[in-house]
C-alpha cells in the first residue's frame, strides 16, 4: 500500500531512521568506538616517541570506550560524559605542558 491509503500503520517514511529510530544508538556506540580507536593509534603513534605521554593516552582508551557502553537511561550519564570529557581534555593540556616544555 502507499503512503496515501489512509491507514496510518501502512505509511512507509522517507529516511530510515524514521523507519527505525534504534539506529541513532548504533551509530551513537559507533562513534565512541570509533574515538577510542582513534585514541588508541594516537597513544600508539606517541608512544614510539615518548613513553609517560603515550601511555597516559593508552590509558584513556577503556575509558572512551565504556563512555559509549553507558545506558542511555542512566541518571546522570550527560553529567559522567562531560565530566569525563574536561578530565581528558585537562589531563591532555597537562601532560602537553609540563612535557613538551623542556
Known amino acids: 500500500m502507499t503512503a496515501g491509503s489512509g491507514n496510518a500503520g501502512d ?5 530510515i531512521e524514521d523507519l527505525d529510530p534504534g539506529l541513532a ?3 551513537t556506540s559507533l ?3 570509533r574515538t577510542a580507536l582513534s585514541f588508541a593509534a ?7 616517541k615518548d613513553v609517560v605521554p603515550g601511555l597516559v593516552i593508552l590509558c584513556i582508551v577503556p575509558v572512551v570506550w565504556q563512555l559509549g ?4 537511561h542512566l541518571p ?11 578530565t581528558v581534555s ?3 593540556l597537562v601532560v602537553a605542558l609540563t612535557h613538551f616544555r623542556s
Open 31 to 33: 562513534a565512541w568506538t
Open 69 to 72: 557502553r553507558l545506558p542511555r
Open 90 to 92: 585537562l589531563v591532555a
Open 11 to 15: 505509511h512507509v517514511p522517507d529516511d
Open 76 to 86: 546522570g550519564r550527560l553529567k559522567l560524559v562531560t565530566a569525563t570529557i574536561v
Open 42 to 48: 594516537v597513544g600508539g603513534v606517541v608512544l614510539k
Open 25 to 27: 544508538r548504533q551509530r
